[in-house]
């Protein structure tokens, strides 16, 4: 089968087009051709290392310490079930199902054999290439959001609102009744508007710790403005959900913070009830992925330099089938 390889640290050259060996599902997985994949930033910062140090040790450490074992990379897709394990009942042949790889990695590749438990029955209003662009932003919105415990009428801010994890968690804060202030470049801020933000702010223009205004609730999804700034911006019983933290924040989020404050850190657990849940969100209408540009399999460098930019909204798709 066709397949993207990860060769190298460091630049998308380093991503290679090769033949590879189908995969075999093991007794608890499924098979899937994959039809569509996507590009997240996360993909990005793993190929090039460009995660805080402590990260980018262990994962020198668990991948290889000068270069890669050969890796084929991406964490969602969608596509349609080939072969089930043994012990697999949930689905069958021919089943068109999305889901998340995890550290599994593997979805730049025309087949992928995942755990049964990693994936769902595509949500039936989406196209695959849609549905691809759901699962990790999604879930992984879904599980800050949701612990901060949003209520009717909160003013709930997200800092990186343009991209994969943003978008879907604009709608997300909505769905659970918050009002929404979403903060990214300028040329973003009329797709935001379009997907329910009440309030936009270009970030190359104002500050939102310096506005004056105060938030319910602060989601920085790039987890690149000041910790003190953004606990100074939150209303007393504020929570600052801070993702893509590095080892300062992770310490600080321990200090207390004083008028009832909360720090929420971590990361989704990719539970197939989420999934679920998600998945009923979209067909009831509540969610839909934005997607920005497709490319074909074979040029997944290019699309990867086009993420590094930092001009995506939303999703960059990769088609395989």
Not at 3 to 21: F, H, N
Not at 288 to 309: C, S
Request: overall charge positive.
């Amino acid at each position: 089968m066709k397949a993207i390889v990860w060769t190298k640290y460091g630049s998308p050259d380093g991503l290679q087009l090769r033949e590879v060996e189908k995969p075999t599902p093991q007794a608890d997985e499924v098979l899937i051709r994959v039809h569509a994949a996507t590009v997240t930033a996360g993909d990005c910062e793993i190929r090039g290392l460009k995660l805080p140090l402590g990260y980018a040790l262990l994962l020198r450490l668990f991948m290889g310490i000068r270069h890669p074992r050969p890796t084929i990379l991406g964490q969602e897709l969608s596509g349609e079930v080939v072969d089930v394990g043994t012990e697999v009942s949930g689905f069958k042949v021919g089943d068109a199902v999305f889901g998340t790889t995890g550290l599994r990695f593997g979805a730049y590749a025309e087949y992928n054999a995942l755990p049964a438990t990693s994936v769902a029955h595509k949500p039936t209003n989406l196209t695959h290439e849609e549905a691809a662009g759901i699962p990790v932003g999604a879930l992984e919105a879904l599980h800050f959001l949701r612990s901060a415990q949003i209520q009717p009428g909160e003013r709930v801010l997200i800092n990186g609102a343009g991209g994969s994890i943003g978008t879907l968690g604009v709608q997300l804060a909505r769905y659970y009744g918050g009002t929404v202030t979403a903060v990214d470049s300028g040329d973003k801020l009329p797709m935001l508007r379009s997907i329910g933000a009440d309030q936009m702010l270009d970030y190359q223009r104002e500050d939102f710790i310096r506005s004056g205004q105060q938030w319910d609730v602060i989601f920085d999804v790039t987890g690149k403005r000041p910790f003190g700034g953004c606990l100074q911006a939150l209303k007393p019983g504020g929570r600052y959900l801070l993702s893509n933290a590095g080892l300062m924040a992770n310490l600080r989020a321990r200090w207390p913070k004083g008028n009832g404050k909360r720090v929420i850190l971590g990361t989704s657990t990719q539970a197939i009830d989420d999934l679920l849940f998600i998945k009923g969100l979209v067909e009831a209408g509540k969610l839909k992925p934005v997607i920005d540009r497709h490319y074909p399999l074979e040029q997944l460098p290019e699309a990867h330099r086009y993420v590094e930019t930092g001009r995506k909204q939303g999703n960059v798709v990769i088609t395989v089938v």
